[in-house]
C-alpha cells in the first residue's frame, strides 16, 4: 500500500508525535508498504531538510499561535499533493492540537481521503475534556466532579485534592495536583497558558488504568504506575519513568467493567477506528473515567502496542489492522 504518515504538528505534542509518526512509518516500510512522510507545519519545500535532521522544534506559548497560523496554511497546500500522490490512505500519526482536535481531519473528510482514527466531530468533542465528560455522564460513565474556567480569578468550588489542566490540551502539560488549599492563582495562569479554558476536578486517588479500544474490541487492560505518584509529561517521556502492567493484575470483574465503559464512552463520544479511553479507580473499586486519547501514542513501546501485544497483535499486525479498519468507515 502506498501511506502517507502524518508526524509534528504545531501542538505541545509535537516533538511526541514525530518519534509516532516515525515508529509507525519505518514498521509499516519494513513490511513492504511505499511510506511517506508529512508534517503539516513544514512547507513541502522543507520536507527533505526535516527527514534529513528529525528536526525537532520546541513549542511553547510565544511561537505556538504562529506555528498554528503556519500549520493551518501549510496543510491546505500540501492536500493538493496528498490528493496528487493518490495514498491508499493517510496515517495520522499527530498528538495534540490541530492533529487530534479534528482540524486536520476535517481536510481529509471534505476531500474523501481515507484517513485512520476518528473524524471531526469525534475529535473535536473528545478534545474538549469538560463537555465529554458531560456525554460520559449522560451514558452511564462516572467521571469525578469538574468546574470550567476561563479566567484565573474564578472561584474554584470543588475543595482540595484537587487537579488543574487545560480543557483542550494532552500529555498532561500544564498539569498541576493541588493535595492541599493553597493560592491557585499561579497554577491557573499556567494551565490558560496552553488553553483559554481550564478544567478543575476532584482528585481521584487510586490506581491509574487504560483500556486501547481498536475495530470496536475493547483490548486488554494495562496499568500505569508512574515511579513519581503521578502521570504527567516527565512521568509520560522520560526514560524509565513509569512501569505498566499489562494485562493489569486486577480482578476479573474489574477488568470486564472497564472494558465495558471504555466501549460506551466510544459509543458516547461517536469514536472510531481506535483510541485508548483512561481511568481512575479508587479504592472502594469506583471506576472514574478520566479522558478519551482519539490518537494515542504509537511508537512499539506505547500503551496501545502494549495491550495489543498481550492480546497476540505484534506492532505491525497492529498497525495493518488499524488501516484495514479505517479503510472500512464511511466518513
Known amino acids: 500500500m502506498k501511506i502517507c504518515v502524518l508526524l509534528g504538528g504545531a501542538s505541545t505534542e509535537r516533538n511526541v508525535s514525530i518519534h509516532s509518526g516515525f515508529a509507525v512509518g519505518r514498521e509499516l516500510a519494513k513490511a513492504g508498504h511505499q511510506v511517506f512522510y508529512l508534517d503539516p507545519a513544514t512547507p513541502l519545500t522543507q520536507m527533505a531538510d526535516f527527514l534529513d535532521s528529525l528536526r525537532n522544534v520546541a513549542v511553547n506559548e510565544e511561537n505556538f499561535r504562529e506555528l498554528t497560523q503556519l500549520s493551518d496554511h501549510y496543510f491546505l497546500k500540501q492536500l493538493n499533493w496528498i490528493k496528487k500522490e493518490n495514498f491508499d490512505i493517510v496515517f495520522n ?71 488543574i489542566k487545560p480543557n483542550r490540551a494532552g500529555s498532561s502539560v500544564g498539569l498541576h495536583i493541588v493535595k492541599e488549599e493553597c493560592d491557585l492563582n499561579p497554577l491557573l495562569k499556567d494551565a490558560l497558558s496552553y488553553d483559554k479554558e481550564i478544567l478543575v476536578e476532584a482528585y481521584i486517588a487510586g490506581r491509574e488504568l487504560t483500556v486501547p479500544v481498536i475495530a470496536g474490541n475493547a483490548y486488554p487492560v494495562l496499568e500505569i504506575k508512574p515511579k513519581s505518584g503521578v502521570y504527567d509529561y516527565a512521568s509520560k517521556y522520560g526514560s524509565n519513568m513509569s512501569e505498566y502492567i499489562v494485562p493489569a493484575e486486577i480482578p476479573e470483574k474489574m477488568k470486564s467493567h472497564l472494558q465495558e465503559q471504555a466501549l460506551r464512552v466510544v459509543e458516547a463520544l461517536g469514536l472510531q477506528n481506535y483510541c485508548r479511553i483512561d481511568f481512575r479507580v479508587n479504592e472502594a473499586g469506583e471506576s472514574y473515567c478520566l479522558e ?27 498497525l495493518e489492522h488499524i488501516i484495514a479498519d479505517a479503510l472500512t468507515i464511511q466518513r
Do not use: C, W
Open 93 to 163: 500519526g499527530l498528538h495534540g492540537g490541530n492533529g487530534e482536535n479534528g482540524r486536520i481531519v476535517a481536510v481529509l473528510e471534505m476531500a474523501k481521503i481515507h484517513f485512520t482514527g476518528s473524524g471531526y466531530f469525534a475529535s473535536a468533542i473528545a478534545m474538549d475534556k469538560f463537555r465529554s465528560k458531560l456525554l460520559m455522564a449522560q451514558n452511564g460513565v462516572r467521571t469525578a466532579r469538574s468546574q470550567l474556567i476561563r479566567q484565573f480569578y474564578e472561584k474554584i468550588n470543588i475543595p482540595a485534592p484537587l487537579v
Open 292 to 318: 478519551a486519547n482519539t490518537l494515542p501514542g504509537m511508537t512499539a513501546t506505547s500503551l496501545t502496542p502494549k495491550s495489543a501485544q498481550a492480546a497476540g497483535l505484534s506492532f505491525i499486525q497492529l
